[in-house]
Nanobody, 126 residues
Framework: QVQLVESGGGLVQTGGSLRLSCAAS????????MGWFRQAPGKEREFVAT????????YYTASVKGRFTISRDNAKNTVYLQMNSLKPEDTAVYYC???????????????????WGQGTQVTVSS
């Protein structure tokens, strides 16, 4: 079966950096968009970033633009999220997601994704 496994989360101080990875198995996603979402305690899951299968298109939520970078390695069936200049408000569980339909333009909505990882905790201390 399809599995998305996130790694790289942890505890970091304000201004620090983390790099999240999401490795997919069970099928290849080199023709599918992949994205990152996050959910903070007491809040709804929100879109963070997404990247098209080619890497040509990437989109970010406004609060992370200029600080986070999404990338992918199709040979490894893996997507990454480089997070710099982290802030306490970035604290959340981060989820990897993959589109199963092959949509050309990656979605910024959770309903645009068919497969989800279990999440990795990111905590930014002030």
């Amino acid at each position: 079966q399809v599995q998305l496994v996130e790694s790289g989360g942890g505890l970091v101080q304000t201004g620090g950096s983390l790099r999240l990875s999401c490795a997919a198995s069970g099928r290849t996603f080199n023709r599918n968009a992949m994205g990152w979402f996050r959910q903070a305690p007491g809040k709804e899951r929100e879109f963070v970033a997404t990247i098209s299968w080619s890497g040509l298109y990437s989109y970010y939520t406004a609060s992370v633009k200029g600080r986070f970078t999404i990338s992918r390695d199709n040979a490894k069936n893996t997507v990454y999220l480089q997070m710099n200049s982290l802030k306490p408000e970035d604290t959340a569980v981060y989820y990897c997601a993959a589109d199963g339909t092959g949509a050309y333009i990656p979605s910024r909505r959770s309903m645009g994704y068919d497969y989800w990882g279990q999440g990795t905790q990111v905590t930014v201390s002030s």
